[in-house]
């Protein structure tokens, strides 16, 4: 069994024809079949069903599929352990980032990209939730987001700090003078809060429920500068993690409660090669925080 033709393999069933296949590996036809007859013979089990010019997997091909993209994705590691034994003059950094933490990852983005501007970076904006499921199916390198938990144990959790839910006004509102504020006077309020898909959604619709309250949600949105531009009007009113509010034309009212806070961390999978790239620039970002901090 070859690496090729688990390759050949997994593009075949990518695209489900043999012809677009063999096109996007620059192969003819007839080697990517042969290959992919080798690779039945070898394993004793059609993959494919073969139906005309059509092709479908076999449940075989189904449940090989997962152990032929981890042996490739293996393989490739070895590669990208020797790669970065090149001083970092090639390769990817794909990271993936909650919305409310944008700020702080362009500092260090910036200080990476003047130092290594041969690495070519791939940034992906998503909810928590969705950004640890592109981490898990290998799409990303690491991923900057809010969470308390650290009981998966395939993943590495590296802790940046934490950071206050607040509750936002407009300086215009008659509650900007407030020093805290509680969730039961929050409930009273039309709210614009981010979409239920995100970490810090469900963080506050869990601190509703547990003591029993039912906020006024008048808005979802999956876009912090949206969410502030709706507070900024008066009309609405946020509760966001206190690091994502910048613009001077809002108020950030502290809530009353010892649990409003979340922890901002980077997290990876403990398994995967650790590349150079990441650990340079997480050892920047980290930096960034601390040096942050102590202006503060």
Known sequence: MELRQ?????????LLNFTEAADSLHISQSTLSQQIKQLEEELNTPLFNRIGKRITLTEAGALFASYAAQSVHK??????????????????????????????????????????????????????EGLIEDLNQLELDLILVFNESTNA??????????????????VTSPLSGKTSITLEEICQLPLVIST???????FIIKAFDRSGLSPKISIEVNDIPTITDLVKTGKWHGILVQTSVK???????????????????????????????????CSLLTQDIIDQQKVS
């Open 6 to 14: 688990l390759r050949y393999f997994l593009k075949a069933k990518e």
């Open 75 to 128: 393989a490739n590691e070895g590669l990208l352990l020797l790669n970065d034994l090149n001083e970092l003059n090639v390769g990817t950094l794909s990271i993936g980032v909650t919305y409310g933490l944008r700020s702080i990852l362009t500092p260090a983005l910036v200080r990476f990209a003047s130092e290594f501007p041969s690495i070519n970076i791939r940034v992906v904006y998503g909810t928590s």
């Open 153 to 170: 144990h395939h993943l590495k959790y590296q802790p940046l700090f934490n950071s206050a839910v607040t509750f936002v006004t407009s």
């Open 196 to 202: 239920k898909g995100d970490s810090t959604s469900h």
């Open 247 to 281: 613009e001077e034309d809002l108020v950030t009212i502290p809530i009353k409660g010892s649990d409003m806070v979340r922890t901002a961390m980077i997290i990876s999978l403990k398994e995967a090669y650790e590349k150079q790239a990441v650990k340079k620039f």
